[in-house]
């Protein structure tokens, strides 16, 4: 895993040391972009529990894991968004003599959103802080099997996602971008996860290409 994090940490650099030699930030009036972002405040566990009855795994984490997005400059300093996020995910399985049972859960948002960029950015500017806005579905997910029983449910809320972030652009192609927002949704009728609401903060990383 660290060799994974190393290598990929490395390949952005040199894609961007690439691109502040190579390209300068033109407009982007009618550009895209393609994001990926990693959040910085999740929490990952993981577990295994022996006892006279079995044995139980788990993987748990909760917070902003990551995402991908969309993005279409209609002006300089307006673009519309289209983001695809996992808030939360958990896997467990147990074996004992007599039974084995798994268990997965997950809430994932697809948002519909805008970036507004303030103030008003020229064609040439490098750093953009911008004001975001995302509205759409948090979808609710969790199915369990065993040897005598087998049950999955699906639910999907409204919500949205407002935050404040900054791009930071460093070539032509090739941009930076932070962002941090706050989640705000219905509560899922059935639980997922042992939770009805996941609102809350979060704050994430990413990179994203411009075309």
Known sequence: MNANRSVVSLC??????????FGQ???????????VN????????TGQQISMTGIKQSAKTSGFVGGVGYSYWMREYFAVTVEAS????????????SNIQQRASSVVSVLIGMRYYLPQPEPEDRVRPFVALGIGSYIGSEAEN???FQSAHSESVIGGRVGVGIDALLGSWFKLNANVAYNLMADFKTPVGARNNFNGYDMSFGFGFVF
């Open 38 to 45: 990693i959040g910085l405040w999740n929490e990952a566990q």
């Open 25 to 35: 930030p033109g407009p982007l009036k009618g550009s895209s972009s393609f994001e």
């Open 86 to 97: 996992m808030l939360s995910g958990e896997a467990s399985s147990m074996i004992s003599l």
């Open 146 to 148: 065993s040897l005598f």
């Open 12 to 21: 952005l650099v040199l894609a961007a040391m690439t691109s502040l030699v």
